[in-house]
């Protein structure tokens, strides 16, 4: 059973920066990919960045230039370090693993616990 727990959320002040962390257990799938999504209070959850098997990677245009996915394999960690944040940036940050479908869309099946991000004057 795929396990993924997310660290590094916080309060931070506007303009300023942080690094999330996923500890993933396992890839349960050869054309897996990972995600990180977030769910502001009383908004839908939107996905904010992907990565895939193959090293590609996927942003949306909300924070594209802001936040930047990364991973480290060896150690089965996935990141998304945040810059520029903003008090909308404030959410619930979650991680997730699926796997990569014939159209290179990454369709998730498992997600963390969630880390919390506050960004506030």
């Known amino acids: 059973e795929v396990q993924l727990v997310e660290s590094g959320g916080g309060a931070v002040q506007i303009g300023g920066s942080l690094k999330l962390s996923c500890e993933v257990s396992?890839?349960?799938?050869?054309?897996?990919?990972m995600g990180w999504l977030r769910h502001p209070p009383g908004k839908a959850r939107e996905i904010l960045a992907t990565?895939?098997?193959?090293?590609?990677?996927t942003d949306v245009e909300s924070v594209k230039g802001r936040f930047t996915i990364s991973e480290d394999n060896a150690n089965h960690r996935v990141y998304l370090e945040l810059n520029s944040l903003k008090p909308e940036d404030t959410a619930m940050y979650y991680c997730?693993?699926?796997?990569?479908?014939?159209?290179?869309?990454?369709?998730?099946?498992?997600w963390g616990q969630g880390t919390q991000v506050t960004v506030s004057s």
């Open positions: 396992e890839y349960a799938y050869e054309q897996y990919c």
């Open positions: 997730a693993q699926g796997y990569t479908d014939w159209g290179g869309i990454c369709r998730f099946r498992v």
């Open positions: 990565i895939h098997s193959d090293g590609k990677t």
